[in-house]
């Protein structure tokens, strides 16, 4: 007689498989656990794990605790203490919900469970062997609850062997209890492996102090944070300044309503939020607080609880963006630099020699410093910083560099007096080194005149368009079909970028007017270069977005550049504006324009300190 294809499988079996939705490996066991003791009430956990997990988890929480009858219900399938009806699911207050957590451990490990509730004068415990039930027996125990997971996946040596070494195992388990200990403030929390311990977090300090415990007090002493509450949406951030970017995501940590989640809309406006502040390729470092009613948003979307579903996502974006972006602008974001450690060197004459390129470099630096404090600077060429307008419509060719002066919204520099005391000095016709209160900043001279012009040109498009002059001349030039197609949809956008062009015969383009500020650009390469932008990214990029990349191309192009020697009417004026723009403390690439140097640092590294 032939067998049936198709089989009913066991419970326990049944069990397995689901329990592979929530449990994937230790650290998912110590996040359900952690979760229900926060549930419970619990003012303090203990996590104590061996082997990474694998061998043990033991949490230990001062919760509510359940007496025998909850206690043998806890690890049945979709048990809970925490829904009655289908109305409860759209106002989840809690962090478990489904009942799933405990009967998964259960399934595919030896657990046992020891509580017990303030008003019983004993305890209770059971103990489960993948899904196999012991009787609740009754037991000494403290108040709460005490839970014991033993060798995980011990039943199931395909899922095992999945499990990597006990320091990768931990490093999984640490960052579950990172998330936790963020957005549990409140509660006292100790973690230890293989009887070591190796973080005990108090009860009521801050997120300030927190991130110094678990990530060090450098970066929590450099977090920004702000708070906003607007249109049902609380925020709550501490935001890393732009030069403690790092490679990848892993340091953006999001809560909702006291739930690490991760979505794709709040890290989009952080991303955002950080645009033009740092490179494309960085990412920032973030720990973003939102507390949203839970009827607007849906957390049963997966079994581990990570993703939501907003009602309204273009609502909490927005909000994100606005109130990290509006921070960040009136922050100030300056680097700081640093010294190289600090080293005795006793005698002179270990040191090895100067390499003929280093002594050549020292000589043109002591040569630079004689200049500055012994001759008057000389007058190397015309203020780039003047704007001298023409009666005519043509295009004169070569004429001096536009600059902020030709937006009325910006005060005309007055010209420093003879005599005059400066306060900075040009190193290498790159780098402005400028004295401050506290000691003295080194400035990268093309970086910060980039970010200025992108401002300025970003602010004349919001009033309309920049402003253009007409070339002497049309400067035609022939094109891909590609380049015309993107042309043919994006006139609007070239007009507004102060850029006249037109058809002037078949595959070919007429240049007839460019923006003034790029006086000292090609015109026909920039426009090439923009119509293969324009082509390369149009389909996949936001209008927005390209705007802005087209605008640091151009502010790239026109700004100043390293190697080019400045008058100092030319750096006074930069400084000024400097201290009139905007987000000034990165170029729109995101590099650094700023570094700042403190007198208390230089003052050690001469030994003063002390003095």
Same mark, same amino acid.
């Given at each position: 007689m032939q067998m049936a294809k198709i089989a009913v499988l066991d419970d326990a079996m049944i069990n397995m498989i689901a329990a592979g939705e929530v449990i994937e490996r230790p650290g998912s066991v110590v996040k359900e656990l952690l979760e229900n003791s926060i549930d419970a009430g619990a003012s303090s956990v203990a996590v104590e794990v061996e082997e990474g997990g694998r061998d043990l988890i033991r949490v230990i929480d001062d919760g509510a605790g359940m007496d025998s009858g909850d206690l043998a219900l806890a690890f049945e399938p979709h048990a809970t203490s925490k829904i009655r009806t289908d109305a409860d699911l759209a106002a989840i207050h809690t962090?478990?919900?489904?009942?799933?957590?405990? !009967?998964?451990?259960?399934?595919? @490990?030896?657990?046992? @469970?020891?509580? %017990?509730?303030a008003d019983s004068i004993s305890g209770c415990r059971v103990e489960i062997d993948c899904g196999r039930t012991v009787a609740v027996r009754p037991c000494a125990a403290a108040v709460g609850t005490t839970i014991e997971v033993r060798n995980l996946f011990y039943k199931l040596p395909a899922r095992r062997k999945f499990l990597r070494s006990a320091n990768t195992e931990m490093s999984h388990i640490s960052e579950h209890f990172t998330r936790i200990a963020l957005a549990q403030d409140g509660l006292e929390l100790a973690l230890s492996h293989n009887g070591r311990q190796t973080c005990h977090l108090l009860s009521g300090q801050g997120i300030r102090e927190r991130v110094a415990v678990l990530f060090g007090e450098g970066l929590a002493e450099d977090l920004i944070e702000t708070s906003r509450a607007e249109r049902g949406i609380q925020i709550r951030a501490f935001l890393a300044k732009p030069?403690?970017?790092?490679?990848?995501?892993?340091? =953006?940590?999001?809560?909702?309503n006291g739930r690490f989640i991760r979505d794709k809309f709040i890290l989009? !406006?952080?991303?955002? @939020?950080?645009?033009?502040?740092m490179e494309p390729n960085r990412f920032p470092v973030v720990f973003l607080f939102v507390r949203i009613p839970p009827e607007d948003f849906d957390i049963n979307v997966h079994p581990t609880k990570v993703e939501v579903r907003f009602d309204n996502a273009n609502l909490v974006h927005s909000e994100v963006l606005s109130a990290l972006r509006d921070k960040l602008l009136s922050a100030n974001l300056d680097v700081g630099g640093s010294f190289p450690a600090d080293r005795d060197i006793a005698f002179d004459s270990l040191r090895p020699a100067d390499s003929p390129q280093e002594a050549a470099r020292k000589q043109r630096v002591q040569q630079a410093m004689e200049d500055f404090f012994d001759k008057p600077a000389p007058s190397r060429r015309q203020n780039a910083f003047e704007f001298q307008p023409s009666d005519s419509n043509t295009r004169?060719?070569? %004429?001096?560099?536009?600059?902020?002066?030709?937006?009325p919204s910006f005060e005309t520099p007055a010209v420093q007096s003879a005599g005059a005391v400066k306060n900075f000095l040009q190193v290498?016709?790159?780098?402005?080194?400028?004295?401050?209160?506290?000691?003295?900043?080194?400035?990268? =001279?093309?970086?910060?005149?980039?970010?200025?012009?992108y401002e300025q040109m970003c602010r004349r498009l919001r009033e309309g368009s920049l402003p253009s002059q007409r070339l002497l001349m049309p400067h035609a030039f022939e094109v891909t079909r590609a380049q015309l197609g993107v042309f043919e949809s994006r006139r609007q956008l070239f007009e507004n970028l102060g850029m006249e062009l037109d058809l002037f015969g078949p595959g070919t383009l007429a240049l007839r007017a460019f923006p003034a500020l790029l006086d000292q650009v090609d015109p026909v390469e920039f426009t090439r270069e923009m119509l293969d932008k324009l082509a390369d990214e149009a389909a996949e990029t936001d209008a927005e977005r390209l705007l802005h990349e087209l605008l640091d191309m151009a502010a790239c192009k026109a700004a100043i550049k390293a190697g080019q020697p400045l008058s100092d009417d030319e750096i006074a004026q930069l400084l000024k504006d400097k201290d009139i723009v905007q987000r000034t403390s990165r170029c729109p690439h995101g590099r650094p324009t700023t570094i700042a140097f403190s007198l208390k640092e230089l003052e050690k590294q001469f030994k003063r300190t002390g003095f």
């Open positions: 962090m478990g919900f489904r009942g799933e957590a405990l !009967a998964s451990i259960a399934a595919v @490990a030896r657990v046992s @469970a020891t509580s %017990r509730t030069a403690a970017a790092r490679a990848g995501s892993s340091y =953006q940590y999001v809560f909702l989009h !406006a952080v991303k955002e @939020a950080y645009r033009g502040l004169a060719m070569p %004429r001096p560099r536009p600059q902020i002066e030709d937006f290498h016709n790159s780098y402005i080194l400028m004295q401050s209160e506290d000691g003295f900043v080194v400035i990268d =001279q093309h970086a910060l005149h980039e970010r200025i012009l």
